[in-house]
């Protein structure tokens, strides 16, 4: 026998990976995941234990006393946690070292510390600009948090005791006039300012300034401080701390009950498939679905409720079935997060495109694991290494090389590599722990809502966590109801649905949208007084303008210290100017204000950019590139703030001028209307012209104009004659046809969209 990898080891071995795992970590065998191999020595260590008659009793025994632990090396959610206590240990040494001996402290070192601690805290004062949908997180994950939360008091309460004890002895030497006595213990709900906090400590807000100065944060009174920087500084003066959560009578955590570790059972992961365009998304999950009907029960008949289940080796998988990326953007920006895993399909013979790389970015701030289906195998040009060296760039590196991505090679065509996919899925989910309590009333997320003529509103809900029933009362986003009836992805009538289970449910008063969470109430008049409630608040939130970040107000929300980090997604006509004004942008560095790029794509704006900027709160760069239909009514319904340039050093200026709050007001472009070109005439004299139709507004003698083809921009200047058939006009409105001649520009095609603007003056306010 050679090497081989855990997984292979503990099927063999009738075991789960993450027990040999275990049991590697107890012989200090280091390895990354179940993808790692072992070598034939490792493999004779672990016989001992996993053979027949090797002592099992005492490997279980070491995995439920050291589960903990692995749950740290496998869970992604946990990693916070890790860094969160680096940061208190480092805080702590750092304290201890200067309680220890202030004079022998090299100044050198001490800088070091306050550079190291201060990026530290300006992290954490910037987790206020974190996404709002990613603030939002799921509702376990909220309880993880308050679980966490807790954890983080009791320690605090532990340091604030021996801090108060030095501080005691500390005092007792030196204590002369009378100081205001510090609390014992403060409490605090939603945020709190230096000011308010300095009030709440008894203390003069500068003594706050300044500790927060030697922690290497600017703060100024008015500004908010986020949980771990009030922690910190509570730290510092040895007071305890505790947030309060206040729950509004609408908000379903209200409602639910907390899971008893007893209750919790393993749920199957639910996967989303993405990847860019064409590489094969739809192929893939008609595969996956094809192989269930071919392995599941006779006459099962799938039918298209926007998820469906599939059954590998007795293990469940739920599929979100909408390729694209739905699942991440539209209901991350909603607060839900359903998946649990993201396939990314890449084609062996095209590689890495842009939407792979939008793909990455949308799983990875969701935080979730990728596995790589390198599609197209059957392809003549397949080059799968080639698509593994391209991944190399984005963090997914492969278990040869040295890294802990799953690549699975496949043709979706031909069905060849779907059974390594669901394995491979298994093992994931496996690793991810996910567990969920089937006794609590039923809570979980809506896929997918229309209005059916006969049946009315329909939606397909995903079940997170407790079992659904026929009968249930249930509030859903904003409507409510009774399930009149369920069925499930195979078309048929059910009487009850468990975690991750997906079902189409009759019976609500209105369509919910996707992304809306549900919760079940034992008590019906409950169901109907939250779910009013709900609708009001709902009706109220639309008419309120929801505040996204503009550039006009940056400066505003920068003084209030509501910014830290101003999120920007850009798009460009090429990768290199993406690439250049990416990184100009990063070098602008007004007050500590800094330009984080979660993204940057080449082509016309897209609605899933918009979506994606709307869920981190993003401004939009379009750089040579205009956005499409569907990204317009996107960017108007989510108030997406979208600049268009042509010059690098106009965004540039811009961007540094609202950031120093210097933006000129005077002036905005306004664009008054567009045209389609749907033929071309060559004269020799006049040049090329343009035989259009006015699509939307109208178009003027006067304005300016741009030409677009695909979405970018070729040429932007003057409009040169504008005629109604043979006249010549001032202004041609939409739905007429006219002909237009561009001031020495002759490259004009059928197809191409003129885009007329003028420049307006703006009232300020
Ligand atoms: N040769 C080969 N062709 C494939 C394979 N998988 C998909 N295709 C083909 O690639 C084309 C695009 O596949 P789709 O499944 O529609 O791709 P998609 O990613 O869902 O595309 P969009 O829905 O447009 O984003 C189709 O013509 C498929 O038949 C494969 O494994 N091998």
Not at 484 to 491: F, I, L, P, S, T
Not at 733 to 739: A, K, L, T
Request: a negative charge.
């Amino acid at each position: 026998m050679s090497k081989m990898r855990i997984y292979e080891y503990a099927r063999q071995n009738n075991t789960t990976s993450k027990e040999v795992i275990q049991q590697l970590k107890n012989l200090n065998v280091d390895v990354k995941n179940h993808m790692s191999t072992i070598s034939i020595e490792t493999i004779v260590e672990l016989d001992k234990k996993f053979a027949p008659n090797g002592n099992k009793t005492s490997s279980n025994e070491q995995q439920t006393n050291n589960s903990k632990n692995n749950k740290n090396e496998s869970g992604r959610r946990m990693n916070k946690q890790q860094s969160n206590s680096k940061s208190n240990k480092q805080h702590q040494q750092n304290q201890n070292k200067k309680q220890a001996s202030p004079n022998q402290r090299n100044q050198e070192s001490q800088n070091k510390q306050q550079i190291s601690q201060g990026q530290q805290n300006q992290k954490n004062l910037n987790k206020k600009q974190v996404p709002q949908g990613q603030q939002k997180r799921g509702d376990n994950q909220k309880r993880q948090d308050q679980q966490k939360k807790k954890g983080r008091q009791h320690k605090n309460q532990q340091h604030n005791r021996n801090h108060n004890k030095n501080q005691n002895t500390n005092s007792a030497t030196k204590q002369q006039k009378p100081v205001k006595k510090l609390p014992e213990k403060i409490t605090y709900s939603e945020t709190l300012t230096v000011d308010e906090l300095a009030a709440k400590l008894n203390k003069d807000a500068s003594e706050i300034i300044k500790k927060l100065m030697f922690l290497g944060v600017m703060a100024t009174k008015n500004q908010d401080l986020d949980d771990d920087a009030v922690e910190l500084i509570c730290d510092e003066f040895g007071v305890q701390v505790e947030k309060e959560i206040i729950l509004e009578d609408t908000d379903f955590d209200k409602y639910r009950e907390e899971d008893d570790e007893a209750n919790l059972i393993e749920r199957p992961a639910v996967v989303t498939i993405m990847g860019h365009v064409d590489h094969g998304k739809t192929t893939l999950l008609d595969a996956i679905r094809q192989a269930k009907v071919r392995e599941g029960e006779a006459g099962g008949i799938t039918q298209h409720i926007g998820a469906y289940q599939v059954e590998n080796d007795g293990k469940k998988l739920t599929f979100l079935d909408t390729p694209g990326h739905a699942a991440f953007t539209s209901m991350r920006s909603r607060g839900a997060q359903v998946t649990d895993i993201a396939v990314l399909v890449v084609a062996a013979d095209d590689g890495v495109m842009p939407q792979t790389v939008e793909a990455i970015n949308h799983a990875k701030a969701a935080e979730v694991p990728i596995i790589v289906a390198v599609n197209k195998m059957d392809k003549e040009g397949a080059n799968p290494d080639r698509v593994m060296q391209e991944l190399t760039e984005y963090e997914l590196i492969p278990e040869d090389w040295g890294g802990s991505t799953i690549f699975v090679n496949m043709s979706a065509v031909k069905h060849e590599g779907i059974d390594n996919l669901l394995e491979m899925l298994i093992l994931v989910s496996e690793m991810e722990e996910l567990k969920a309590n089937p006794k609590a009333n039923a809570f979980g997320t809506v896929i997918e809502a229309e209005l059916d003529k006969g049946k009315g509103p329909v939606a397909t809900l995903l079940v997170q966590n407790g079992t659904l029933n026929k009968s249930d009362s249930i509030v859903v986003g904003s409507t409510f109801g009774r399930v009149r009836a369920m069925v499930n992805d195979e078309g048929k009538r059910v009487q009850s649905a468990e975690p991750s289970t997906p079902v189409e449910v009759t019976g609500l008063n209105d369509v919910p949208q996707a992304g809306d969470q549900f919760l079940v109430f034992s008590d019906e008049k409950k169901a109907r007084q939250v779910g009013e409630a709900r609708q009001q608040k709902h009706i109220q939130e639309t008419r309120s303008e929801t505040t996204k970040v503009s550039v006009d107000d940056l400066f505003e929300q920068i003084k209030q210290g509501e910014m830290k980090e101003i999120n920007v997604v850009i798009k460009a006509d090429v990768q290199g100017s993406a690439e250049a004004l990416a990184s100009s942008l990063e070098k602008i560095d007004v007050e500590g204000v800094k330009i984080k790029i979660i993204h940057t794509g080449v082509g016309a704006i897209k609605e899933s950019d918009i979506i994606l900027a709307s869920a981190s709160n993003a401004i939009v760069i379009g750089f040579n590139v205009r956005p499409d239909v569907n990204a317009k009514k996107a960017a108007d319904t989510e108030k997406v703030d979208v600049r268009l340039h042509r010059v690098i050093y106009k965004v540039i200026e811009e961007i540094e001028a609202a950031m120093k709050g210097m933006l000129d007001p005077e002036y905005e472009e306004k664009v008054i209307g567009q045209a389609e070109v749907r033929e071309t005439f060559k004269v020799s004299r006049i040049g090329t012209i343009a035989g259009s139709y006015v699509t939307d507004g109208k178009i003027t003698r006067d304005s300016g104009v741009r030409l677009i083809r695909d979405g970018v921009v070729q040429f932007e200047g003057e409009v040169d004659t504008l005629k109604r058939f043979k006249d010549d006009a001032k202004e041609v409105s939409q739905n007429y046809e006219c002909g237009i001649t561009l001031k020495n520009f002759n490259d004009i095609k059928e197809g191409d969209i003129l885009e007329a603007f003028v420049m307006e003056e703006i009232e300020r306010t």
